[in-house]
C-alpha cells in the first residue's frame, strides 16, 4: 500500500457526460501528479500539482481540468467524455516539488466509456 | 522530444537472472526510475539512479547506466515467479516531468 488513495476505484459513464476522480495523497506529500495509462497510448504524465498550485502540464486535453485543494486532496475533471479517453487513471504524490523525488502511485481509477 | 523505450516481452526460468533493458533519449535526464505494475494494480516505485551513477544495487537489483548511451537496465537476480508483473522504466528531465517507456512484461517460468 502506497498510501495514496483514489476514488472511485471503477466508473463506467456514457459519451458526452463529466465525470470527476478523485485523489489523497501521502500524508505530508505537498505534490499530486495525475497520469493516464491506455492501451494505444502507454503511460502519459497529465498534470502536477504543487501545495495548491499548477507546477507542470502535461499531454493534457482541453477538456480535463484539475485542481489541488487546502487539504491537499485533488481532484481531476474529465468533461464531454470521447470512447478514446477509457483509461486508467492514475494519481501519484511526493514531498518535493520542482526537484526529482519519488513518486509513490495510488491503485488507479478504471474509466470506461460507452 | 523525450522518447524511453522498451523491449514488450521477456521470459526467464525461475531462479535464473533477468536484464530488463531500456533507452532513452533526453540527455537532461537527472534521475531515472525502475516502477512495477502488477496486474489491477498501480504503479510500485523499485528503485532509481541517479545520472552521474553507473551502477547502484539493492537486494536482488541491480540498475545499471551507460549515459553514454543512453542505455538503462534493470537485473533482478533469483527471479520469482513473484517477479512476474510489467516493469517500466521513466526519465525525470528538466521539463519537470517523468516520461515513462511502454513497458516490459515479464513472465517467470516455473
Known amino acids: 500500500d502506497s498510501g495514496v488513495t483514489q476514488t472511485p476505484k471503477h466508473l463506467i459513464t456514457a459519451t458526452g457526460q463529466r465525470v470527476t476522480l478523485r485523489c489523497s495523497p501521502r500524508?505530508?506529500?505537498?505534490?499530486v501528479y495525475w497520469y493516464q495509462q491506455s492501451l494505444d497510448q502507454g503511460l502519459q504524465f497529465l498534470i502536477q500539482?504543487?501545495?495548491?498550485?499548477?507546477?507542470a502540464k502535461g499531454n493534457i486535453l482541453e477538456r480535463f481540468s484539475a485542481q489541488q485543494f487546502p487539504d491537499l486532496h485533488s481532484e481531476l475533471n474529465l468533461s464531454s467524455l470521447e470512447l478514446g479517453d477509457s483509461a486508467l487513471y492514475f494519481c501519484?504524490?511526493?514531498?518535493?516539488?520542482?526537484?526529482?523525488?519519488?513518486?509513490?502511485f495510488g491503485p488507479g481509477t478504471r474509466l470506461t466509456v460507452t | 522530444g523525450e522518447d524511453v523505450e522498451q523491449s514488450l516481452f521477456l521470459s526467464v526460468r525461475e531462479g535464473d537472472s533477468s536484464v530488463i533493458n531500456c533507452t532513452y533519449t533526453?540527455?537532461?535526464?537527472?534521475?531515472l526510475y525502475w516502477y512495477k505494475q502488477e496486474p489491477g494494480a498501480g504503479l510500485q516505485l523499485l528503485t532509481y539512479?541517479?545520472?552521474?551513477?553507473d551502477m547502484k544495487q539493492d537486494q536482488r537489483l541491480t540498475v545499471l547506466l551507460n549515459k553514454k548511451d543512453k542505455h538503462l537496465s534493470l537485473r533482478i537476480a533469483d527471479t520469482q515467479t513473484g517477479d512476474s508483473a510489467i516493469y517500466f522504466c521513466?526519465?525525470?528531465?528538466?521539463?519537470?516531468?517523468?516520461?515513462f517507456g511502454g513497458g516490459t512484461r515479464l513472465m517467470v517460468k516455473p
Open positions: 533526453d540527455s537532461s535526464s537527472t534521475y
Open positions: 521513466a526519465e525525470y528531465n528538466a521539463g519537470n516531468m517523468l516520461t
Open positions: 500539482y504543487y501545495n495548491g498550485e499548477e507546477r
Open positions: 501519484a504524490s511526493s514531498v518535493g516539488g520542482r526537484e526529482a523525488s519519488e513518486q509513490y
Open positions: 500524508s505530508g506529500d505537498l505534490s
Open positions: 539512479i541517479f545520472s552521474n551513477m
